[in-house]
T-cell receptor
Framework: DAGVIQSPRHEVTEMGQEVTLRCKPI?????LFWYRQTMMRGLELLIYFNNNVPIDDSGMPEDRFSAKMPNASFSTLKIQPSEPRDSAVYFC???????????????FGQGTRLTVV | TQLLEQSPQFLSIQEGENLTVYCNSS?????LQWYRQEPGEGPVLLVTVVTGGEVKKLKRLTFQFGDARKDSSLHITAAQPGDTGLYLC???????????FGIGTKLQVIP
């Protein structure tokens, strides 16, 4: 398996524009996570899905952020409108089963580095 | 305020030296994980510790979970340039949404 695939790897956009980040999880994995990483705050969980259903989106910073998982092999994270403070590296991760991380392993993609100018 | 404090934030050492990095919290965790992240890549899981006082070894890396399950340490023996990276700890309080990551320790091993 190629692992978790994210696109694009880098995105530079102007403030106010819509940004869509994409993720293809590992085939067969039933959990998908979106994280954001910054120097100041580290890795923060934004939202996660189980069997394509959003379970917890309490980490989504504002209504400008939305995430979808239309099928088991694809998810998107959208920011509209984007702001400079959204600049960060966004990671998608997937895992197989388990209620807690004690019993499973999350595999991360290579991330999308977003810069909003 | 970071729930998980990692120290030191930066560490630069010569190849062959030993080092220890720390992960501390005031919260009790049901499990704690250590990851290594290389530039331009996502974090990769190294180990999960569950029991207070637990020690796990992965080749030259030794991981320890504190007795009270509030802290952990990672010790590397005879560091090699391949150990260079960002080391992250992540504590789980129960359920995926309760996983907290530290900011990490950036390690550079100089040949």
């Amino acid at each position: 398996d190629a692992g978790v695939i994210q696109s694009p790897r880098h995105e530079v956009t102007e403030m106010g524009q819509e940004v869509t980040l994409r993720c293809k999880p590992i085939s067969g994995h039933d959990y998908l996570f979106w994280y954001r990483q910054t120097m100041m705050r580290g890795l923060e969980l934004l939202i996660y899905f189980n069997n394509n259903v959003p379970i917890d989106d309490s980490g989504m910073p504002e209504d400008r952020f939305s995430a979808k998982m239309p099928n088991a092999s694809f998810s998107t994270l959208k920011i509209q409108p984007s702001e400079p403070r959204d600049s960060a590296v966004y990671f998608c991760a997937s895992s197989l089963g388990g209620i807690s991380w004690t019993n499973t392993e999350a595999f991360f993609g290579q991330g999308t580095r977003l810069t909003v100018v | 305020t970071q729930l998980l404090e990692q120290s030191p934030q930066f560490l630069s050492i010569q190849e062959g030296e030993n080092l220890t990095v720390y992960c501390n919290s005031s919260s009790v965790f049901s499990s704690l994980q250590w990851y290594r992240q290389e530039p331009g890549e996502g974090p990769v899981l190294l180990v999960t510790v569950v029991t207070g006082g637990e020690v796990k070894k992965l080749k030259r890396l030794t991981f320890q979970f504190g007795d009270a399950r509030k802290d952990s340490s990672l010790h590397i023996t005879a560091a090699q340039p391949g150990d260079t990276g960002l080391y992250l700890c992540a504590g789980e309080e129960g359920g995926y949404q309760k996983v907290t990551f530290g900011i990490g320790t950036k390690l550079q091993v100089i040949p």
